[in-house]
């Protein structure tokens, strides 16, 4: 069994399928990482919303949860990402 066969399967859009691959690629070997909206679009040379919309569906799916994360000051900073295990 591949590793992503379960992602290769579902219904996911592409867009998802590649995001996806993308943050397990980037994340800590307990599934975590918090690379910037601006930083995977420009990295999969995906538009900012795009990488948005698969994100939504990644999470609709099951297969991430993300948190807001704040600065010191109060202000937003990147998402962090928690892929969750056992789904590809």
Known sequence: M??????????????????????????????KCYPAIGTIAAELKLSRSTVKRAIADLEKSG?????????ENGGKSSNMYFLKSGMG
Do not use: N
Request: hydrophobic share 35%; charged share 35%.
């Open 2 to 31: 591949g590793y992503f066969e379960s992602l290769y399967a579902s219904e996911l859009p592409h867009r998802a399928v590649a995001v996806y691959m993308y943050l397990r690629d980037r994340a800590d070997r307990d599934g």
């Open 63 to 71: 297969y991430l949860r993300k948190e807001q994360r704040w600065r």
